[in-house]
């Protein structure tokens, strides 16, 4: 348990002031870009879920991927932006107390970060299984049984990494407030903080981008250098098949991109805290805004570059007597080619580590951190 020490916990609990002090027109504003992330999030990712499920065609490996993506995303902005409209408009301080307390916010934290790491492990997944499908498009290396292996692995591995933190996390009264906060080195001792962090960052971060990022241009050259062996396509089905890969790249690039506008923030601030570098609580709230329009950018996202998706959105929406406001494509040529039933590909949104905020140390040697 962290030392109840009055100058001890005022070192933990340093970045609690946070949004305490904003005036209720500036929490307005805070907290009205989260009600559309919120509702974008929650209804985009439902639907992918809904086509996946619906739509027999649609249950192919790729699409047994995105919906496991879609699943940790909707878990998370279902668990997780409640937590951050309360931080806004209270602070970091928890509502609730004791063993009660304490079991809530094992449950809040849990599942968001499981979420996270899930979503990080099953976007390098989605690259592998795109690199794959690209360089080999007449063996299907990835089959269904492999699919929900490396599905079951990606929460069972979240579930695991987690476990620490259970530990070494407890409930800290300071001024009449009660938080939440992870110290490892206390639990396990001098240095295991720094020792978890760095794990986490690398492992969770660092070598998946990389993995990405390499596996993605590898899609990309090979598409652009790609020939159809055996025979030749006629000229309508060139075309479709030249504008195809066109569609693949742009998902690509785009997907990439917003996992990088959304997340480097989060993680370069992690990196300049954990050196004892002071950030501003509004540079706090830029990198939660940009981390949860993750999960609402990602579902549509799909439905720009998937006819497939685009058509299962339409479709659902339909049903429900909702105006259906996207852009019917003309039917394109129906080939029969070796490349068939792979068009629609997707390259999930990236996605990372854990809302830890790195606080000073109420012990020596010890590294104490604030958990949201």
Known sequence: MASSNSTSNESVVCEAPCFLHDTDLVRV??????ALIAFFAITGNILVLAVVWRKKTMRKTINFFIAN???????????????????LSLGYKWLV??????????????????TVIV???????????????????????????????????AWLIAISVKIPTLFASSLVDFQGKTYYIVDFDLTFGAGSGQIYFKFVFIVLYAIPFLVTVL????????????????????????????????????????????????????????????????VSCD???????????????????????????????????SQLGCPVLFARQSDSVQCTSI???????????????????????PHTGSTAQLLD
């Open 119 to 153: 979503s990080v492990l099953t976007i390098v997944a989605i690259s592998v299984e795109r690199f794959l499908a690209v360089t080999s498009p007449l063996r299907a290396l990835v089959t269904t049984k492999i699919c929900a292996f490396v599905i079951s692995a």
């Open 69 to 87: 993506m879609a699943l940790s995303d909707l878990i998370f902005s279902l668990v997780y932006i409640p937590r951050i409209v309360t931080i």
């Open 283 to 317: 540079v706090l709230y830029l990198r939660l805004l940009l981390a949860h329009f993750n999960a609402a950018l990602t579902p549509w996202l799909y439905v720009m570059f998937s006819e497939n998706f685009r058509q299962g959105f339409e479709d659902i929406l």
């Open 29 to 34: 504003f805070r907290v009205a870009p989260f």
């Open 339 to 361: 490349t068939s039933g792979r068009q629609n590909s997707a390259v999930d949104n990236f996605e990372a580590c854990f809302e830890l905020k790195t606080l000073g140390s």
């Open 215 to 278: 596996l993605n241009s590898a899609i990309v050259v090979t598409m652009l250098k790609r020939r159809v062996p055996g025979y030749s396509l006629s000229e309508a089905c060139n075309r479709q098949r030249e504008e195809t890969n066109r569609r693949v790249m742009r998902m690509v690039l785009v997907l990439v991109l917003a996992f990088l506008l959304c997340w480097s923030l989060y993680f370069v601030l992690m990196v300049l805290r954990k050196n004892g570098v002071r």
């Open 97 to 114: 107390h004791g063993l009660v307390g304490l079991i809530f916010c094992h449950m809040i934290s849990s599942l968001v970060e499981i």
